[in-house]
């Protein structure tokens, strides 16, 4: 049992380039969802998902699109990388009756 | 509007109880006190919840006031790999559809001291 997975751990990305950060979790939870994290802040929420097909915004979704095609999988996709979104990216999941959520170890991305 | 109030930084002596304060003086009926704490930037941890009675598990109790409007987190013996930030959350229950929209504050910087 793995938990939940991030890839790639680190990346440096040049303004105008587009990725996809990876997340997976293999406890079957319905619930995943997007963080970033800002130097000397508290996370803030992107996007998140209650299940497979279903997708919704959270906080600070501009700039960033997730899609759900399996329980497990929830990738996060920067369109075009801009500087303000050089950040740590943590991903996170949740079962239907568990109010624990269980985090990734977290995404650092650079944009220059 | 910040849900929660603490305090940025506190020091413990390794061994001794920490005691980690949380305002949350609208918090309101169906909402729960969580608690997750992040060590060095890895992700965070889930450490325990609660609606209004005291809690307690494997890693810490959680004292809620009878008003609702403030809690204590406390670590009872705390070590070295307990120094990390410390987050008080208020969210609704889990049924909500918002429930796992966690709002994290900055949270209380923890350094327990040898």
């Known amino acids: 049992n793995a938990g939940v997975t991030q890839t790639p751990k680190f990346q440096v990305l040049k303004t105008g380039q587009s990725m996809t950060l990876q997340c997976a979790q293999d406890?079957?939870?319905?619930?995943m969802s997007w963080y970033r994290q800002d130097p000397g802040m508290g996370l803030r929420l992107i996007h998140y998902s209650v299940g497979a097909g279903i997708t919704d915004q959270g906080e600070v979704p501009n700039g960033y699109n997730v899609s759900r095609s399996t329980t497990e999988d929830f990738p996060l996709r920067l369109l075009s990388a801009a500087p303000s979104q050089t950040s740590v990216y943590f991903c996170?999941?949740?079962?239907?009756?568990?109010?624990?959520?269980?985090f990734g170890p977290g995404t650092r991305l650079t944009v220059t | 509007d910040a849900k929660t109030t603490q305090p940025p930084s506190m020091d413990c002596a390794e061994g001794r109880a920490a005691n980690l304060p949380c305002n949350h003086s609208?918090?309101?009926?169906?909402?729960?006190v969580y608690w997750y704490r992040q060590i060095h930037s890895q992700g965070p941890q889930y450490i325990i919840h609660g609606l209004k009675n005291n809690e307690t598990n494997e890693m810490a109790s959680l004292i809620i006031t009878e008003d609702r409007k403030s809690s204590t987190l406390i670590l009872p013996h705390a070590t070295l790999r307990d120094t990390a930030v410390y987050y008080c959350?208020?969210?609704?229950?889990?049924?909500?559809?918002?429930?796992?929209?966690?709002?994290f504050g900055s949270g209380t910087q923890l350094t327990v001291l040898p």
């Open positions: 959350i208020v969210s609704p229950h889990i049924s909500s559809g918002s429930a796992r929209q966690l709002t």
């Open positions: 609208t918090i309101s009926g169906n909402e729960y």
């Open positions: 996170a999941s949740g079962g239907q009756i568990n109010y624990e959520q269980y």
């Open positions: 406890m079957n939870h319905e619930y």
